[in-house]
């Protein structure tokens, strides 16, 4: 275990400082990635060091924001969420932080990213049909100032994480 840093460039004027992983470190993410409840016990096995290993690295990990939190997976179908869609949004020049908060609101929004291209924010929007699908895109998302534009791509099937 290391308390090496690697400092990467995230954009102009940006810089991330973040913990040097070794193999042991990816592994225990690569596994607690597959299985988020495993056991420190079973994870110490299935990575070959020793429980207090496996604990002080888990702790590390959380404690430097390697890990961020552990969630569950669940299938939107069954959750009663027939309707996907991916919407990007085409924004006013530096509205992202003000925009966030509103965004963050609106309970259908899964997902948000800033991206570079054609538009400048994707969201993955769930909704239980075509009309809550309607009233996010329409009602909410381009009631917002900030928000010029949007374009909507329907998901027909969920393949999941590759």
Excluded: C
């Excluded at 690569?30 to 056991?39: H, I, K, T, V």
């Excluded at 997976?73 to 991916?86: C, E, F, I, Q």
């Excluded at 991206?115 to 809550?132: K, M, P, Y």
């Amino acid at each position: 275990m290391s308390d090496d840093v690697m400092v990467h460039r995230a954009g102009p004027g940006q810089m991330v400082v973040a913990p040097a992983l070794d193999e042991v470190d990816r592994q225990i993410v690569e596994a607690l990635g597959q299985d988020g409840r495993l056991s420190i016990r079973a994870l110490a096995d299935q990575v070959h060091i020793s429980r207090a290993n496996a604990y002080a690295r888990v702790e590390r990990l959380t404690a430097t924001g390697v890990i961020t939190g552990f969630t569950v997976t669940v299938d939107p179908l069954k959750l009663g969420l027939a309707t996907s869609a991916y919407v990007t949004l085409s924004l006013r020049q530096s509205s992202w932080r003000t925009l966030r908060e509103q965004l963050q609101a609106i309970p259908e929004i899964k997902h948000m990213a800033l991206v570079g291209g054609d538009f400048d924010a994707i969201l993955l929007v769930r909704a239980a049909d075509n009309e809550g699908l309607r009233r996010v895109v329409l009602e909410k998302l381009q009631a917002i100032p900030e928000v010029l534009a949007t374009r909507t791509a329907l998901i027909f099937e969920d393949l999941g994480t590759l």
